[in-house]
């Protein structure tokens, strides 16, 4: 009997990880607005049934790859959280830029104009807060802060956008090293 609920868990991983696959390919090519079920379902080459079984459509499956990566972001971010010297802030940037990475297809997907505009605002937002307002305290006043923050988190995710875009053709280490010095004063 366990083996059985082991063997449903396998199977349910592997059906949810084909079609955020094949939902991410998908998208490569247009807009989520533009992509039905049975489009996700012939790539994947699973039934109509077995995707609701998992998901209510195609935004529910999108939202779910959204949390996941805003997820994981989040918690590698939270053990940066107290350190703000140079080598902390490149060691978090290495980490970030590593999962990245990792899953540079799925996340090429959200921060591409195929991808949905809340995700990228979240992601904004969460990274402003959580990370760059802090590192310019005390550099800025706090409505120079705020707009130094923006500036660097946008540019950032265009500079991330533009290294996927490219393969990563840049070194992880690199990369990192070349973020600290972008935003050095």
């Given at each position: 009997?366990?083996?059985?609920?082991?063997?449903?868990?396998?199977?349910?991983?592997?059906?949810?990880?084909?079609?955020r696959n094949s939902l991410t390919e998908l998208m490569k090519e247009k807009s989520i607005l533009r992509i039905s079920i049975k489009d996700i379902c012939e790539l994947a080459d699973i039934s109509r049934s077995t995707f609701?079984?998992?998901?209510?459509?195609?935004?529910?499956?999108?939202?779910?790859?959204?949390?996941?990566?805003?997820?994981?972001?989040?918690?590698?971010?939270?053990?940066?959280?107290?350190?703000?010297?140079?080598?902390?802030?490149?060691?978090?940037?290495?980490?970030?830029?590593?999962?990245?990475?990792?899953?540079?297809?799925?996340?090429?997907?959200?921060?591409?104009?195929?991808?949905?505009?809340?995700?990228?605002?979240?992601?904004?937002?969460?990274?402003?807060?959580?990370?760059?307002?802090?590192?310019?305290?005390?550099?800025?006043?706090?409505?120079?802060?705020?707009?130094?923050?923006?500036?660097?988190?946008?540019?950032?995710?265009?500079?991330?956008?533009?290294?996927?875009?490219?393969?990563?053709?840049?070194?992880?280490?690199?990369?990192?090293?070349?973020?600290?010095?972008?935003?050095?004063?």
């Open positions: 009997m366990k083996n059985d609920s082991l063997q449903d868990s396998r199977k349910t991983r592997y059906t949810k990880m084909v079609l609701y079984a998992h998901y209510k459509d195609q935004y529910d499956l999108l939202q779910h790859i959204q949390e996941e990566t805003i997820a994981n972001i989040e918690k590698l971010l939270e053990k940066y959280n107290e350190d703000d010297s140079k080598s902390g802030i490149i060691g978090m940037l290495e980490e970030l830029l590593r999962y990245i990475a990792d899953n540079g297809e799925s996340i090429q997907v959200l921060l591409s104009e195929n991808g949905d505009i809340n995700f990228q605002k979240k992601i904004f937002g969460f990274i402003r807060h959580k990370q760059v307002m802090k590192y310019f305290t005390g550099k800025f006043d706090e409505k120079t802060q705020e707009y130094a923050s923006i500036f660097t988190v946008h540019g950032s995710i265009g500079l991330i956008q533009q290294w996927l875009k490219n393969n990563m053709d840049v070194p992880v280490s690199e990369m990192a090293r070349l973020f600290v010095k972008m935003t050095q004063r």
